[in-house]
């Protein structure tokens, strides 16, 4: 029996697809191992989506590289969005490498497995409409949550975006085959879902020709064993009046939000390909927050886009200022071969442009530490992630796990893993805050 091992790198959506690989690999009787050391072969399941994630994937094939060349591993199979879209390149610079395959061809895993361990070299790149979305998963995510993925490609068309490029179309699962998914996760005892897509708020509109995202959570929210869902790349334009209204009345959808929003600046948005502007965003937000009580709010904005003034910079730390965004992300604009907007006049220059996600992250720091100055003494309802020594690390309905920070907290009595406690905070340190099981 061969050993197999993968690292998945990037976002929640391709670690799905490696847990659909896994799994199939893992039926097919090979066995799934943790670590490169105890590997016959290893699957590199890349991300492509800016320039620093395609530096990360490339040194981690290169550090793996190292193995097969000690004799310590037999094979490397290059998976995911950078293979999809650099494709033999990978091949011709990394000779190390055994196979090379498209998003198209993950089901296909097994076979490339198998010719890499007898030698034989793979570079296969089908139609992306063949990336399954509705296969059996290997999840790897923690026993008590999980991501649930509804589609995959996107028609959004952002200008510094690849995402269409590399993925292709957006193409969306039946409710039947999502609602199936998260019953099976359930009885596998998964308490938190959370919803992933490259936009979930266009859910619906390709297989039922409407936004369907309100629907489909009421749906969820009454399968048993399922405590809390959360919410993941919402495009602010399809933020419907019908989903904030679900969000506010079903308990078990946390009242967390990530709407990435890229920007405030009404020219800049239009320069992306995207809409809304200053007050069109904090009126849409203004609406959330009077609508979903204790709404908790994450963001990512983009700093040094083409063209992007002094004076656009300024109103966008005046809107994050104004806004008081829960959660925050910032990166510098990337310029991605292939985009319309890498070929637009008024480049920026890169320290401007990690000058400025300086400033903005600073800012933020800001207004973290206020929130967190303000939840001390309150009680929250905390999911427990993990213990570290004599104390657990949790999360309330604030954070979301992998991105976002938590609660560390001590308590009097052991607590499972993946079971709820009540927690009141006494204190806070940066990001993260300090309780006690109550």
Sequence with gaps: MFKVGMISLGCPKNQVDGEIMLEKLNKS??????ETEQSDLMIINTCGFIESAKAEAIETILETAEYKKAGMIKAIV????LAERYQDEILKEIPEVDAVIGIGAD?????????ALVGIKTSYYPDKCYLPLNDKRLVSTPSHWAYLKLSDGCDNRCSYCAIPLIRGGYREREEESIIAEAKTLAVNGVKELILIAQDTTKYGLAVYGEY???HLLKQLCRIDGIEWIRLFYCY??????????VIAKEEKICSYIDIPLQHCSGDILKSMNRFGDYHSLKNLIEKMRNKIPNLS???TFMVGFPGETEEQFEE???FVKDIKFDKMGCFAYSAEEDTPACDFENQIDEEIKQKRADVLMDIQYSITEDANKNRVGTVY???VDEKDGDKYIGRSYLDSPEIDSGIIFTAKVPLEIGTFADVKITDYDGYDLIGECL
């Excluded at 290059?78 to 969005?81: E, I, L, R």
């Design 107 to 115: 089901s296909d895993i097994v076979k490339v497995c198998q010719k």
């Design 78 to 81: 290059v998976t995911g969005c």
């Design 236 to 245: 602010p334009d399809r933020v419907t009046d019908e989903l904030i209204e």
């Design 29 to 34: 009787g090979f066995q799934i191992v943790s």
């Design 381 to 383: 309802k905390t999911i």
């Design 212 to 214: 369907r995202l309100a």
């Design 297 to 299: 709010l994450r963001t």
């Design 316 to 318: 966008l730390c005046r």
